[in-house]
């Protein structure tokens, strides 16, 4: 019976690791159920709430893989495994399964992008944590084998390519955008994640091999104190001078035991500081992993707005170039053209008063007709052009926007069939150049009338918008179509019949040299608003009235 005490103990230290392994196997296998549960709810919400589009092969994907989850759940929790080498191999055929799941699940969210880090990391730490580390190298292998194969086939379009998550701006098919975030970006991190994790599974190994010792080691010790306890038992009852001595040396024992527990609590203790050292590496992983990801974020978007910048320089540079060439074009031209123009209003007016006092012939009279009113509109373009390139600076002085909103329209020449309406607002007087604000005004209402054919409604409103006066124009014309609204700025564009472009132009210059802006907003079929924003409380000025 005593021989077979230390076979006993043995079995039951044997017993003890099971658990423990049983234990950590469960405890796995209930993260997993967890996340894919997470997962497929975090699914549901950006399918229903958000509107995205959530391919039907993620959800019989999530399905597989909680079903085969709870399975292997249900099996370590019956205890039919007796061995650690059956706990280990039923483990390890999990992997199969596992990874063709995960791997599925990549291709369906977006194929081989960042999300596939995140998918295949617990099953990489898991197997080379709780695996034998031969076995956590073979599924590492495996990871990568199903990964880059997902990559080669999508890439070489055997499968489609998926598109749940948008890719932003680099196209899925460029080799080498594939080989560096595929193949070494996220490789590397494979690795990094096996290599980490099976070091910590050997150090924790290594532990425990130590604490089997120790606690070996000390069993011996135990059982030898035992015996030695009995023998001296025996001979104490015969000699009571044996009996002190055999008691000092049970003390003697005794305090070595106590010892060696010591040693071994501290053992453990290291063993439970190694455990959190690997937890909080983990979690620094996946810090890092962020702090990437947030790195090339950044990067495409500091690219982003420095090419816009770039761009909206260029435009400009563009846009001064052709207003330099119009403003000595016009200088020029416009000059050259007001002889010519006088000399024939004063001939087309001395045909008039001839042919409308002997009246012979209405034809004549309707061509001399036709002759001054084409003559009055190539004097408006001239006067257009010629206050183009001279807009003067503004004379800035104090003034009620409701006066100067109300003279603008009181000059508008309005058809008949167009209602005016005026919603004004009282606000403070501000400091403009009257004159230069009603001529932006009036250009505004008469690019309205022009739009509605002269048949709608033009509605002059004054509002307060934070810190400044808002004068807004609106009709009821057809709107201005999209690809025109860049283009309505810019001078001698037009989209009207006997426009000269002008009148846009010179409103904006007018208002922006008030250190005001123009803003419009448009709906085809609806009509069109503009709106001149000018400072309420200006403080300063630096122009001719500074």
């Not at 073979?138 to 880059?148: R, S």
């Not at 089997?212 to 001979?235: F, G, H, P, V, W």
């Not at 609106?474 to 006997?498: A, N, V």
Request: aromatic letters at 10%.
């Amino acid at each position: 019976m005593e021989q077979n005490m230390p076979a006993a103990k043995n079995d039951t230290v044997l017993t003890e690791d099971m658990d423990y392994q049983k234990r950590l196997l469960l405890t796995s296998f209930e993260m997993r159920i967890f996340s894919v549960l997470l997962a497929f709810i975090c699914a549901s919400v950006i399918q229903n709430i958000f509107g995205m589009h959530i391919p039907g092969g993620v959800w019989i994907v999530f399905s597989l893989w909680l079903l085969t989850s709870v399975l292997y759940f249900a099996f370590f929790r019956t205890g039919v495994c007796k061995t650690r080498k059956c706990l280990d191999n039923v483990h390890f055929s999990y992997y199969f399964p596992g990874v063709l799941y995960a791997t599925m699940l990549v291709h369906y969210l977006g194929g081989a992008e960042w999300i596939a880090f995140f998918i295949y990391f617990f099953d990489l730490v898991y197997a080379n944590l709780l695996m034998r580390r031969s076995k956590g190298i073979f599924v590492t292998g495996y990871v990568i084998a199903c990964y880059f194969s997902l990559v080669w086939l999508e890439y070489k379009g055997v499968i489609a390519h998926q598109r749940t998550f948008p890719p932003g701006s680099v196209s899925y098919d460029n080799f080498r955008y594939i080989l560096t975030t595929h193949v070494v970006i996220v490789g590397f991190a494979f690795f990094i994640i096996s290599y980490a994790a099976g070091l910590f599974s050997q150090m924790k190994e290594e532990r425990e091999k130590t604490l089997r010792e120790s606690k070996n080691r000390l069993l011996a010790k135990s059982d030898q104190l035992e015996e030695i306890t009995r023998t001296l038992t025996k001979e104490v009852a015969e000699n009571k001078y044996l009996k002190r001595v055999a008691m000092g040396y049970v003390e003697k024992k005794e305090f070595e035991l106590e010892t060696v527990k010591k040693d071994l609590e501290e053992q453990i203790e290291k063993l439970r500081k190694t455990q959190k050292a690997m937890v909080f590496m983990i979690k620094d992983l996946n810090d890092m992993s962020a702090q990437l990801k947030d790195t090339r974020d950044h990067l495409e978007e500091k690219v982003r707005d420095r090419t816009e910048e770039l761009l909206t320089i260029s435009r400009k540079l563009h846009r001064s170039e052709r207003l330099a060439f119009l403003g000595k074009l016009a200088g020029s031209v416009t000059h050259e053209l007001r002889n010519p123009l006088a000399v024939l209003k004063n001939a087309a007016y001395f045909l008039d008063k001839k042919f409308q006092a002997e009246k012979k012939d209405e034809k004549v009279v309707k061509y001399v007709y036709i002759m001054k009113k084409e003559i009055t509109i190539i004097d408006s373009i001239i006067d257009d052009i010629m206050g183009f390139a001279k807009t003067r600076a503004p004379d800035i002085e104090e003034a009620e926007v409701k006066d100067v909103v109300e003279n603008a329209v009181s000059a508008v020449n309005v058809p008949e069939l167009v209602e005016i309406k005026k919603e004004f607002e009282d606000l403070p007087k501000v400091h403009i150049d009257s004159n230069q604000i009603m001529h932006a005004v009036m250009n505004l209402a008469n690019n309205a009338i022009m739009a509605m054919k002269g048949n709608g409604t033009l509605t002059f409103r004054i509002t307060r918008k934070n810190d400044h006066a808002c004068i807004e124009v609106k009709d009821t014309g057809p709107g201005i179509p999209p690809d025109q609204r860049e283009l309505i700025f810019e001078p001698l564009y037009s989209s009207k019949p006997k426009g000269t472009g002008l009148g846009l132009p010179i409103a904006k210059m007018m208002v922006e040299n008030q250190e005001g802006r123009i803003e419009f907003e448009s709906e085809l079929g609806e009509g069109t608003v503009f709106r001149i924003l000018l400072p309420i409380n200006r403080k300063r000025w630096s122009g001719k009235n500074g």
